[in-house]
């Protein structure tokens, strides 16, 4: 069974900074690639950033040089620090991660990120 725990939402002011964190139990399975991805009120889920069991990362473009992820591999674990945060990163943020031979992926159940302008 597969559980996925985030942690580090919140409220921040414009120009603050928030680190998620999202620590996944996986049994005997082995985690290929973590993610985030958030989804702001009426519009559609889009990527944040994912990392590679091997440490390549991918942004989405309006996050790049604002925001890093990076993880532990032995915990199974996935971070993402946001700095310069502004309104508009506003959403619910939710973390992602495919898993060694399995073709669904998993999530966690969301946590809110707040920027107040």
């Known amino acids: 069974q597969v559980h996925l725990v985030e942690s580090g939402g919140g409220l921040v002011q414009s120009g603050g900074s928030l680190r998620l964190s999202c620590a996944a139990s996986?049994?005997?399975?082995?985690?290929?690639?973590m993610g985030w991805y958030r989804q702001a009120p009426g519009k559609q889920r889009e990527l944040v950033a994912t990392?590679?069991?091997?440490?390549?990362?991918n942004y989405g473009d309006s996050v790049k040089g604002r925001f890093t992820i990076s993880r532990d591999n032995a915990k199974n674990t996935v971070y993402l620090q946001m700095n310069s945060l502004k309104p508009e990163d506003t959403a619910v943020y939710y973390c992602?991660?495919?898993?060694?031979?399995?073709?669904?992926?998993?999530w966690g159940q969301g946590t809110q990120v707040t920027v107040a302008s």
């Open positions: 996986v049994g005997m399975f082995s985690v290929s690639t």
């Open positions: 992602n991660t495919v898993l060694v031979l399995v073709s669904t992926p998993f």
């Open positions: 990392v590679t069991r091997g440490g390549t990362t």
